[in-house]
Structure formats: C-alpha cells, structure tokens
C-alpha cells in the first residue's frame, strides 16, 4: 500500500470535522456552511461536500483523510468521497436520540465498503451522555455478527483520534508502522 485513504463518517454533529482537524498535519479543507437549524448540535455549521486532512506516518507515508456530510441531503457525496479508500472510521455522537439506529444506518448504508475493507468506531460525547457504553455497542455489534473496534473518542482530543486511525491501519495491516 503506498498511497493511503481513510474516510470519516457519521452523523451530524459526530465529530468528523473536528476529529480531521485535530489530527491533520496540515491546515484541513472544510467546506462548512453556516446552517440554521444545527443549534441542537451545539453548533452552527454543517459540512455540505467533504473535509480534507492530511496524517503523516513515521515511514514517510502520507493518510489523506476524508470527512463525509453527515446530512442526508449530501449522501450523494458519500459514495464518491469513499473510491479508493482503505478503511471507515465511524463516529457515533452519544447525545443523539438513538445511536444505535445511527450505528445500524451507517453501517448498512457503508455495507459494501466496509465489507472489502475496515471499519472503526468512535463514540463521542460520552462526557455529555454516560449511556450507551461502549459494553453496551459491544452487544448491539454483536447482535448484528460484527466486531469491529469500538472506542469511546472525544473529536477535540488529538491522541484519541490518533488511537482510532492506529487501529484502524493496524487492523488493515498489523505490520505497519506506527504514526
Ligand atoms: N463535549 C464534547 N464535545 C465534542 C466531542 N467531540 C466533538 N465535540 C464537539 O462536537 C461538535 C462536532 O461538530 P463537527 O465536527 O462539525 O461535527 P460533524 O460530524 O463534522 O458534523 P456535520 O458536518 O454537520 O455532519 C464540535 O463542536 C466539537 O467541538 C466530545 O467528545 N465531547
Ligand atoms: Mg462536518
């Protein structure tokens, strides 16, 4: 593998933005747009084509990182943004009504991707909202025959993103290097 491709995805307000922009070595392209209806996401903005990051590795291999709309009205983005890649993160936003219809919507709609590839997946908001847990995803992925990586994440946290990317290549290839 030489030239590596990553996607982010998620609902609105998960943190994918964030996350690319914590992690990126260089300044991340955001296309976000200023939305009035995002108040209850704590924010005022929403990505309507994609973000863009990039992650340098030890070995002086280069991660672009690709963030995905989160709205639905921008799904059309979602299979284009994922040609070429090697891996999903998922983040999940614990403060949503039902995060696990969000983990069944997401992995269904990303089933062919995920299926030739990896996915991760990252909880947020767990200092907002204590439950789910994690045990509790454990069991619902369970339910659903998978078992992918699942960790709690906070998207402003650089080493918690930095972990979720790790695992994600490491789970791809345990014998790559670490970032
Ligand atoms: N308290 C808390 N805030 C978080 C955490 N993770 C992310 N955030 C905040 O949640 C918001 C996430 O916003 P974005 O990064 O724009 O979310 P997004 O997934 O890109 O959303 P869309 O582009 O609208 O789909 C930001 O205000 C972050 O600072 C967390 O673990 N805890
Ligand atoms: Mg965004």
């Keep these: ?69 989160g709205q639905e009205r921008f799904d059309f983005m979602w299979d284009i943004l994922t040609i070429g890649g090697i891996g999903l993160v998922l983040l999940l936003d614990n403060t949503r009504s039902d995060p696990f219809t969000d983990l069944r919507f997401f992995l269904e709609t990303f089933e062919g991707f995920i299926h030739s590839t990896k996915v991760v997946i990252g909880v947020t908001q767990m200092d907002l909202s204590q439950t789910p847990t994690i045990a509790d995803y454990h069991m619902q992925l369970t339910g659903l025959g998978l078992n992918p990586p699942i960790f709690e994440v906070d998207a402003r946290v650089k080493a918690d993103i930095s972990l979720l990317v790790q695992s994600l290549l490491f789970s791809l290839d345990p014998g790559l290097k670490e970032a």
Excluded: C, W
Excluded at 27 to 54: F, H, L
């Design 1 to 69: 593998m030489s030239a590596y491709k990553i996607i982010f995805t998620g609902p609105v307000g998960a943190g994918k933005t964030t996350a690319i922009e914590s992690i990126s070595d260089e300044p991340p392209i955001r296309t976000d747009e200023a939305a009035s209806d995002m108040a209850k996401n704590r924010k005022t903005a929403t990505t309507v084509a994609m973000d863009y990051g990039i992650l340098n590795l030890d070995d002086g291999e280069r991660i672009h990182l690709y963030g995905t709309p």
